[in-house]
T-cell receptor, first 114, second 113 residues
Framework: GENVEQHPSTLSVQEGDSAVIKCTYS??????FPWYKQELGKGPQLIID?????GEKKDQRIAVTLNKTAKHFSLHITETQPEDSAVYFC?????????????FGKGTLLTVNP | KAGVTQTPRYLIKTRGQQVTLSCSPI?????VSWYQQTPGQGLQFLFE???????NKGNFPGRFSGRQFSNSRSEMNVSTLELGDSALYLC????????????FGPGTRLTVT
């Protein structure tokens, strides 16, 4: 089955700096890659996603890039703010048909220091 | 639009008991998936229901089961609870179509003593 590796497990940055989290996946048939942000005591919140027919997607300070050949995708957060502090999870799945199982990375604890 | 709701939010049970958790998806969503989150194993897929039918199943023992009702609400049941079942149980709602993103509820924190 699919395996998703996520790095780093912890990341500490200064407010205003950029943060980058990287994930690799094993199943070349995976075609949907969402990113979730989980704050303490809450469920994961979908923040951005990308499909395999797109190489990059941006939403304000957040961007995701996908390299299908290398089977890796990354989350980029620019101009970080203290409220960006949370655990971030990447995931992969084969969307469509009857495949709605998300395989998650182990998460990255991002701390933004004021 | 109301988000995904899960009840109860917290639950304490004794080893050997059974438990039922409930999930109400976003209005119009027909797919409900369940995940178990633990510090050691992370987020793991349990099963997914669409139109009252289980479409996908993860690698969990048969003690974990679920169902979905005609209004898309879903329940999961864990029988003969073990200490290792202590976890945050999350449900995610989706349209269930090709472009269906999954939206998570706040989870039910289950503690088995």
């Amino acid at each position: 089955g699919e395996n998703v590796e996520q790095h780093p497990s912890t990341l500490s940055v200064q407010e205003g700096d950029s943060a980058v989290i990287k994930c690799t996946y094993s199943d070349s048939a995976s075609n949907y890659f969402p990113w979730y942000k989980q704050e303490l005591g809450k469920g994961p919140q979908l923040i951005i996603d990308i499909r395999s027919n797109v190489g990059e997607k941006k939403d304000q300070r957040i961007a995701v890039t996908l390299n299908k050949t290398a089977k890796h995708f990354s989350l980029h957060i620019t101009e970080t703010q203290p409220e960006d502090s949370a655990v971030y999870f990447c995931a992969a799945s084969k969307s469509g048909g009857s495949n709605y199982k998300l395989t998650f990375g182990k998460g990255t604890l991002l701390t933004v220091n004021p | 639009k109301a988000g995904v709701t899960q009840t109860p939010r917290y639950l304490i049970k004794t080893r050997g008991q059974q438990v039922t958790l409930s999930c109400s998806p976003i209005s119009g969503h027909r797919s409900v998936s369940w995940y178990q989150q633990t510090p050691g194993q992370g987020l793991q897929f349990l099963f997914e229901y669409f139109s009252e039918t289980q479409r996908n199943k993860g690698n969990f023992p048969g003690r974990f089961s679920g169902r979905q009702f005609s209004n898309s609400r879903s329940e999961m049941n864990v029988s003969t609870l073990e200490l290792g079942d202590s976890a945050l149980y999350l449900c995610a709602s989706s349209r269930g179509t090709l472009e269906g993103e999954q939206y998570f509820g706040p989870g039910t924190r289950l503690t088995v003593t």
